[in-house]
């Protein structure tokens, strides 16, 4: 039977900070896998062979494995292993079943416990390889987020973020070399923040404060069309909540946005949980370049930009659990490859606001079922001295949920 994976967690204290099982399992390895930074915390009378992780990590780790299959393999890894780190990673390559985890207090523990803040109360982001956008979401007035630092430059590009956003009073706390014998905090605000860099070993405390006159930007659909930088073709917001309220966003679903014009709607159901993933395929390469830009400007940078024109751009994506055709709907097979597509209990939304993309709805309405509504809304606009509702175009929704199997 293969050996089991071992993963020790091990904070900035070393060796002594290890319970003393940990200690056993990290002596007992014949093979120690790790950073430079933590095989270097190990003493020198663990004889085991002691293999740092290449660069890039993740494409040599199942080959690093396989290299030493049959050893008593141990995996060092930063706090708990199943929190942000190569826990979850070995995991999902093994299985739990092959895998032994011994957690340390995770950064996120430790720096609850210096600020004294209720871990419940707090958000959570990881900037290690991955955007430092990703904040975006989680900036709200009077929040508490603590950002998983990808190394000294990254405090500065969080309050380079918050400056930008209009949060630059937020306080910001950097915890360096949590646990270590030479653990410093470093305190100021985002918008007068001077170090460019601090500790490669750190994390970051946000406590979040708007200038007066921020506008908000919910993770709730709907946000103000002016968040968006578009050139017209663009989901308006009224319409945009209420098809995405069709569109049923759940946490860790994909969904096609076709004819995504500024990629509002892409935007706003990534936005509603972080596992939400999305591809919006656009046939303008401007407008392509637009979605990345508002992507990340909304914090979901995840977003896949397919450039080219449906149907023939859909083929070999992965199956969607939603697809909104938001733009080219009475191009000759889109419909019927979006619906083709679709996983069973999916959701396919169409607007129409053309006569012709109207009756092309009224017939798939017909064929398949589903609802059928129109949409007018208006808005006060000035009419000489007076207001008056000036109405909106109306917009036609046909929306059907694909039969489970």
């Given at each position: 039977?293969?050996?089991?994976?071992?993963?020790?967690?091990?904070?900035?204290?070393?060796?002594?900070?290890?319970?003393?099982?940990?200690?056993?399992?990290?002596?007992?390895?014949?093979?120690?896998?790790g950073s430079s930074r933590q095989l270097d915390l190990v003493p020198d009378k663990v004889t085991?062979?002691?293999?740092?992780?290449?660069?890039?990590?993740?494409?040599?780790?199942?080959?690093?494995?396989?290299?030493?299959?049959?050893?008593?393999?141990?995996?060092?890894?930063?706090?708990?292993?199943?929190?942000?780190?190569?826990?979850?990673?070995?995991?999902?390559?093994?299985?739990?079943?092959?895998?032994?985890?011994?957690?340390?207090?995770?950064?996120?523990?430790?720096?609850?416990?210096?600020?004294?803040?209720?871990?419940?109360?707090?958000?959570?982001?990881?900037?290690?390889?991955?955007?430092?956008?990703?904040?975006?979401?989680?900036?709200?007035?009077?929040?508490?987020?603590?950002?998983?630092?990808?190394?000294?430059?990254?405090?500065?590009?969080?309050?380079?973020?918050?400056?930008?956003?209009?949060?630059?009073?937020?306080?910001?706390?950097?915890?360096?070399?949590?646990?270590?014998?030479?653990?410093?905090?470093?305190?100021?605000?985002?918008?007068?923040?001077?170090?460019?860099?601090?500790?490669?070993?750190?994390?970051?405390?946000?406590?979040c404060v708007a200038d007066p006159g921020t506008p908000l930007l919910p993770t709730v659909p709907?946000?103000?069309?002016?968040a968006f930088d578009h050139d017209g073709q663009l989901t308006k917001r009224e319409v945009r909540?209420?098809?995405?309220?069709?569109?049923?966003?759940?946490?860790?679903?994909?969904?096609?946005?076709?004819?995504?014009?500024?990629?509002?709607?892409?935007?706003?159901?990534?936005?509603?949980?972080?596992?939400?993933?999305?591809?919006?395929?656009?046939?303008?390469?401007?407008?392509?370049?637009?979605?990345?830009?508002?992507?990340?400007?909304?914090?979901?940078?995840?977003?896949?930009?397919?450039?080219?024109?449906?149907?023939?751009?859909?083929?070999?994506?992965?199956?969607?659990?939603?697809?909104?055709?938001?733009?080219?709907?009475?191009?000759?097979?889109?419909?019927?490859?979006?619906?083709?597509?679709?996983?069973?209990?999916?959701?396919?939304?169409?607007?129409?606001?053309?006569?012709?993309?109207?009756?092309?709805?009224?017939?798939?309405?017909?064929?398949?079922?589903?609802?059928?509504?129109?949409?007018?809304?208006?808005?006060?606009?000035?009419?000489?001295?007076?207001?008056?509702?000036?109405?909106?175009?109306?917009?036609?929704?046909?929306?059907?949920?694909?039969?489970?199997?």
């Amino acid at each position: 039977m293969t050996e089991p994976v071992t993963v020790v967690g091990i904070g900035a204290d070393g060796w002594p900070g290890l319970a003393q099982p940990a200690q056993l399992e990290v002596r007992a390895a014949q093979v120690l896998l790790g950073s430079s930074r933590q095989l270097d915390l190990v003493p020198d009378k663990v004889t085991a062979e002691r293999v740092a992780w290449p660069s890039p990590m993740l494409p040599a780790l199942p080959g690093l494995l396989e290299r030493h299959r049959g050893r008593r393999i141990c995996v060092l890894a930063s706090g708990d292993p199943m929190f942000f780190g190569v826990g979850s990673t070995l995991a999902r390559l093994l299985g739990p079943q092959r895998l032994r985890v011994l957690p340390h207090a995770s950064s996120i523990s430790l720096a609850c416990a210096r600020l004294g803040w209720p871990m419940e109360a707090v958000d959570v982001v990881s900037a290690v390889g991955r955007p430092v956008e990703l904040l975006h979401p989680f900036v709200q007035p009077g929040r508490r987020v603590l950002v998983l630092s990808a190394g000294g430059g990254t405090p500065a590009e969080v309050a380079a973020l918050l400056t930008v956003r209009g949060y630059g009073p937020s306080r910001l706390t950097v915890l360096e070399r949590l646990g270590g014998k030479d653990e410093r905090l470093v305190s100021g605000t985002a918008g007068e923040w001077s170090l460019p860099r601090t500790a490669a070993l750190n994390v970051i405390a946000v406590d979040c404060v708007a200038d007066p006159g921020t506008p908000l930007l919910p993770t709730v659909p709907g946000l103000p069309d002016s968040a968006f930088d578009h050139d017209g073709q663009l989901t308006k917001r009224e319409v945009r909540a209420l098809t995405l309220s069709r569109l049923a966003p759940v946490p860790g679903q994909l969904l096609w946005d076709v004819g995504a014009g500024a990629g509002s709607v892409a935007i706003e159901w990534s936005r509603t949980h972080p596992s939400c993933r999305a591809v919006a395929v656009e046939r303008e390469p401007e407008r392509a370049e637009r979605i990345t830009r508002n992507a990340y400007a909304l914090g979901v940078p995840g977003i896949e930009v397919v450039l080219g024109e449906a149907p023939s751009a859909l083929d070999g994506l992965e199956a969607p659990s939603a697809v909104f055709v938001g733009g080219g709907a009475t191009g000759p097979g889109v419909i019927e490859k979006c619906w083709q597509s679709l996983l069973p209990g999916g959701r396919l939304v169409v607007n129409a606001v053309t006569v012709e993309s109207e009756s092309l709805v009224a017939q798939w309405y017909a064929r398949l079922g589903g609802d059928l509504l129109r949409m007018a809304i208006s808005r006060a606009a000035p009419v000489g001295g007076f207001t008056a509702m000036r109405p909106m175009l109306p917009v036609t929704t046909w929306v059907a949920t694909k039969e489970e199997r």
